[in-house]
């Protein structure tokens, strides 16, 4: 699993955010959907409302993600905090920054 999730707020003209878009609903697609709908993680709907693979791409390439969704809890992925604790790390380096969990998980 890719845990470099910086393209998920680099412009959203960027083919990199674009592309990511695309590897976001395969991702959550693969893992499961209602009724052909997922979670909406945009900025508006954050993750409140369910909705087709066309309208969560939309709203996504429109609006961008909602603010620190690196860690995509709510479309089956699992923890990172969960997978850093079965590592041996040392838990005092560790801060409540995500970005800065996120480069720890880049390093190993
Ligand atoms: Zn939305």
Redesign the pocket.
């Known amino acids: 699993m890719e845990m470099n999730r910086s393209w998920m707020y680099c412009s959203r003209s960027n083919m990199v955010f674009k592309e990511g878009v695309k590897n976001f609903l395969n991702f959550a697609f693969s893992y499961g959907s209602s009724s052909g709908m997922i979670l909406?993680?945009?900025?508006?709907?954050?993750n409140g409302?369910y909705?087709t693979r066309d309208?969560?791409e939309?709203?996504?390439l429109w609006?961008g993600f909602k603010p620190r969704y690196y860690n995509w809890t709510a479309h089956g992925e699992t923890s990172f905090r969960n997978d850093i604790g079965s590592h041996s790390l040392n838990v005092d380096d560790v801060n409540d920054d995500m970005e800065g969990l996120l480069n720890i998980h880049i390093k190993q």
Request: aromatic share 0%; glycine share 6%; net charge positive.
């Open positions: 909406c993680p945009c900025r508006d709907c954050g409302i909705r309208d969560v939309a709203h996504l609006r």
